[in-house]
């Protein structure tokens, strides 16, 4: 089963669910944890894994040969990113805007173009106290997170649980991560731009109509508008956690919550219980 752990907005706790989630289950079931959140990963700094490998990931971009080019502007005219212009006697690239489509060297008449690669991220993976750990890394300043997200996304290994920690928001990078999962978990905090982000997030999650279910972090906080969108919506809440101090210092230490406070070890195999029945039964589904 595949359980992604989402939400609309940074902050809300999604690594915190997300790890502790994967430490209550080690002994219980083959858990992996894949950290999609490649333009800001977190996870490893809870769990500390040994890293094993690493692999570069590389995206597809367009060379020219000189030679066979005509320059009649065929590539530029398919290029749905202007990743190709065509000037009297030359040819263009920014690698920066290619998506990696393959449009310009498959259209070329003159079988001018061929693909290179070039390095966009990395993905590691290792180990963390019996749990399977991979992460990604986008380079810095490179604009397009999807092709490292879908090299982590590789690695994920169905004989167990997989749980995805997703980044922050609603736009490409969070659906490439949250597609093709068992379950959402939507993590969000009891204010006005928590519940504004949730709604968000739940719009994006009844596109794939995926179950889903909420997780209220740092509850109490006024957080009967939570409560009530959840129960307009259908949208079960699984679980609780509340505002605390004591929680607060241990994310700030990077000790993982159940390690910190262990009682809190069988709350998170309750909440993988309950996610479970909803997967079996077909529950969840938020209605269109």
């Not at 805007?97 to 390095?119: D, F, N, Q, T, W």
């Not at 019996?130 to 169905?158: C, D, M, S, Y």
């Not at 409560?227 to 919506?233: L, P, T, V």
């Amino acid at each position: 089963m595949i359980i992604a752990v989402a939400s609309g907005k940074g902050g809300t706790g999604k690594t915190l669910m997300a790890t502790s989630l994967a430490l209550s289950l080690k002994e219980k079931a083959r858990v992996q944890l894949l950290d999609c959140d490649v333009e800001e990963p977190n996870a490893h700094l809870l769990l500390n894994p040994a890293i094993s490998g690493r692999e570069p990931v590389c995206m597809p971009v367009p060379q020219i040969e000189k030679g066979k080019c005509n320059y009649c502007g065929k590539c530029a005219q398919v290029c749905a990113y202007h990743a190709i212009a065509v000037v009297p006697g030359y040819v263009l690239t920014f690698p920066e805007l290619c998506h990696g489509c393959g449009a310009c060297s498959y259209l070329c008449p003159e079988g001018a173009i061929s693909e290179v690669g070039r390095e966009v991220g990395v993905v590691e993976w290792g180990n963390s106290d019996g749990v399977e750990f991979v992460h990604g890394r986008l380079n810095v300043g490179e604009p397009l997170a999807l092709p490292v997200i879908r090299k982590v996304k590789q690695f994920a290994n169905r004989d167990g649980v997989v749980i995805v920690d997703v980044s922050p928001g609603t736009s490409c990078p969070v659906v490439e991560a949250v597609k093709g999962s068992d379950f959402c978990l939507l993590v969000t905090e009891p204010t006005l731009f928590g519940l504004n982000d949730l709604v968000l997030a739940v719009s994006m999650v009844r596109e794939f109509d995926v179950p889903c279910g909420v997780v209220i972090n740092r509850a109490g906080m006024k957080d009967g508008l939570v409560r009530d969108y959840c129960e307009k919506e259908g949208i079960p809440i699984l679980l609780t956690i509340p505002l605390d101090m004591e929680i607060a210092r241990l994310y700030s230490r990077g000790i993982p919550l159940v390690v910190g406070l262990p009682e809190w070890r069988r709350h998170f195999i309750e909440l993988f219980d309950k996610i479970g029945d909803m997967v079996h039964e077909g529950t969840g589904r938020i209605k269109r």
